[in-house]
T-cell receptor, first 110, second 116 residues
């Protein structure tokens, strides 16, 4: 199964950019990378997704390397409310099974 | 536009009892997913429906677990003869068929199960 690897935790100062990396070296050529976050006891919240090109929306930017083996989620101006677990997920090839790892626990510090 | 709705949000049951969770997906979403999440872990895939057809089941879904989506709209997840190890948050998600723009899934707030 395709899988992702993320650092278990990161800290970021409030107002600074948070850069969260993800490795997905086994991703298939036509599979998207999706990012979600989960605030304690709530369901995962969709942030952004991408295939090859960099993407930006009102929440974040997604940078995907040219070989598509890794990506970085950027929160441009982190706030305390961005403290959460961030998941980078891909779909197992040929299925609709989205595989979550253990994510990165981002703590935004005042 | 309402999101994915799950009921009940919390359930405490005695070991050996049966429990049922309901999920109402986002309107017109034809795909529906169930996940389970235990403390400190990421969500684990359980099963997936496209319309009323259950197309994929995880090995995590033992014979005590059954999921249905009879009319291709809401879905139920039943756990029979609950065990303490079933204590977890059960997440439902839905999505619209992939139109070449990715298949973004949207999650509900989850149903917490505690088996005592």
């Amino acid at each position: 199964d395709a899988k992702t690897t993320q650092p278990p935790s990161m800290d970021c100062a409030e107002g600074r950019a948070a850069n969260l990396p993800c490795n997905h070296s086994t991703i298939s050529g036509n599979e998207y990378v999706y990012w979600y976050r989960q605030i304690h006891s709530q369901g995962p919240q969709y942030i952004i997704h991408g295939l090859k090109n960099n993407e930006t929306n009102e929440m974040a930017s997604l940078i995907i390397t040219e070989d598509r083996k890794s990506s970085t989620l950027i929160l441009p101006h982190a706030t305390l409310r961005d403290t959460a677990v961030y998941y980078c997920i891909v779909r197992a090839s040929g299925t609709y099974k989205y595989i979550f790892g253990t994510g990165t626990r981002l703590k935004v510090l005042a | 536009d309402t999101g994915v709705s799950q009921n009940p949000r919390h359930k405490i049951t005695k070991r050996g009892q049966n429990v049922t969770f309901r999920c109402d997906p986002i309107s017109e979403h034809n795909r529906l997913y169930w996940y389970r999440q235990t403390l400190g872990q990421g969500p684990e895939f359980l099963t997936y429906f496209q319309n009323e057809a259950q197309l994929e089941k995880s090995r995590l879904l033992s014979d005590r677990f059954s999921a249905e989506r009879p009319k291709g709209s809401f879905s139920t997840l039943e756990i029979q003869r609950t065990e303490q190890g079933d204590s977890a948050m059960y997440l439902c998600a839905s999505s619209l068929a992939d139109r070449g723009l990715g298949n973004t899934i949207y999650f509900g707030e989850g149903s917490w199960l505690t088996v005592v």
